[in-house]
């Protein structure tokens, strides 16, 4: 995919199970996703050690400017315009490259998907 495909994606959230708190006055994403046992063994373990079938993901004040954008309708492109705009911080340097890889972890949890344009 070239550079010029990848910022006319529209990324969209595969959940809308999701809290905004401010926090610091910066308002900071949880997601809840569900976790799930990959086979048997987990399953029991699950089961054994009781442990929660929903697990919490916090965002920080980036993460979640950039979640409240996959919205379906806005580029990658718009994104990063507006943490550029919005965020006047190094670690975000350079904008494209710590977006597409913020971007490409969300998708690896399956919190976003690609549709087809």
């Known amino acids: 995919m070239s550079e010029t495909e ?36 987990d399953e029991f373990l699950f089961d054994l050690f009781d442990t929660p079938t929903e697990r919490e ?17 806005t580029t990658t492109a718009a994104i990063a315009d507006e943490l550029a705009a919005r965020v006047p911080d190094e670690r975000i340097e350079p904008v494209d490259e710590t977006l597409s890889y913020f971007l490409a972890q969300l998708a690896e949890l399956d919190l976003i998907r690609y549709p087809a344009d």
């Open 6 to 41: 990848s910022q006319v994606r529209r990324p969209v959230r595969t959940t809308e199970d999701w809290d905004c708190e401010r926090v610091d006055g910066d308002p900071n994403v949880t997601i809840q996703r569900p976790r799930r046992p990959r086979n048997r063994i």
């Open 57 to 73: 993901l916090e965002l920080d004040a980036v993460g979640s400017i950039v979640w409240r954008h996959c919205d379906g309708e």
